[in-house]
């Protein structure tokens, strides 16, 4: 904006400061350093990876941007609101549909700059988050936050919102000395054109609170054909192979795990579901299996995510020497109500 200075008679431009929409051209690039910046002890590989695509997606944004205005395939992707001090981002707010009737709304990326914080910034750019919720027909916001950020779970809970669910993210540090299990009733090794049976187990394994975040997809099971190829060319060149195995009732999966095997990189990954009537009765097996498969492999880290609220997995992965990496919790809060 620009102004007389009134003892030079000259023009300057005023600087502004406080929140308006994020705009996809010139805010993409100056958003992913302030996220960077703000949640440096916090990204995990996952939120690494996505850090990197924001970054290489801001050298396109001109050119993303055009898209947009003829396709709008990006508007919900970079929907929210930025906070600006001193000529610069230094808050930010990502508001995105949580299912295509736009009942459910997720709130993400709420991050201020380290020497900006405690000014009340978050709570301004949340309470315009949640009006834009509500003018736009949404009837529930949510949103994810570690357990250990006690700042961002206290400014939540007093604008309404309830804790509907978690995951634990678990490690362990080197595989261990671990025997094979004794031959097992129901268990057998699983192809990828089985995924509808994966998927219909971890559907009945996440209650619909769980999947407030983020509804399961059938997409996440189904492996497309490349993925498919490169699966098989990694096994062929020993750099790694993914082992499927379930505990299987006549047609459907009562538990199912995936383990990721890698000869090449530094990290092992499992994955594990079990229906809950089944809940104590699975987990020791499968994750004692999957170590002791892993014999043959680097003595390289494992990393397990599980529900907050299975607790025999829990159990099962801390007898075996897993540790609690963190808690991330998803938060539910009914738009309109305070």
Known sequence: MAAINAATGRIHQEIYS????F???????????????????????????????????????GLIRLLSRGTGDF????????????????????????????NRW??????VAPHYRGR???????????????????????????????????LYTHLGFEEVGGTVDLRLDRVL??????????????????WQALYELATAQLNAQAQWWRSLRRSDFQVPPEAQFAEWLWRTLGRRRIYRRCIQNTRRFEAALVLTA???R?????????????YGDCEAYLIQWALATLQDYPRWPVRLTVSADHAAALQACQEFGFRRQQTLLTLRRKVGEE
């Open 75 to 102: 508007d919900d992707v970079f929907n929210g609101f930025v906070w600006l001090e001193d000529g610069k981002i230094v808050g930010n707010i990502t508001v995105q549909r949580a299912d295509k009737y736009g």
């Open 106 to 111: 997720q709130i993400a990326n709420v991050a």
């Open 23 to 61: 705009d996809l051209g010139r805010d993409l690039r100056p958003v992913a350093e302030l996220i960077a910046d703000a949640f440096t002890q916090e990204l995990d590989p996952r939120g690494q990876a996505a850090l990197r695509e924001m970054r290489i997606m801001s050298h396109l944004s």
């Open 177 to 194: 000395p671990v025997e094979m299990p004794a031959k097992r009733a129901g268990v057998y090794s699983f192809g990828v054109h089985q």
């Open 266 to 278: 530094g990290a092992h990954q499992l994955e594990m579901w079990v229906r809950p009537e089944r």
């Open 262 to 264: 890698e000869r090449w």
């Open 18 to 21: 406080g929140i308006r929409p």
């Open 120 to 154: 009340g910034i978050a709570r301004r750019l949340m309470a315009r988050a949640l009006d834009y919720i509500a003018e736009s027909g949404g009837r529930w916001a949510v949103l994810q936050v570690y357990d250990h950020n006690t700042v961002a779970r206290t």
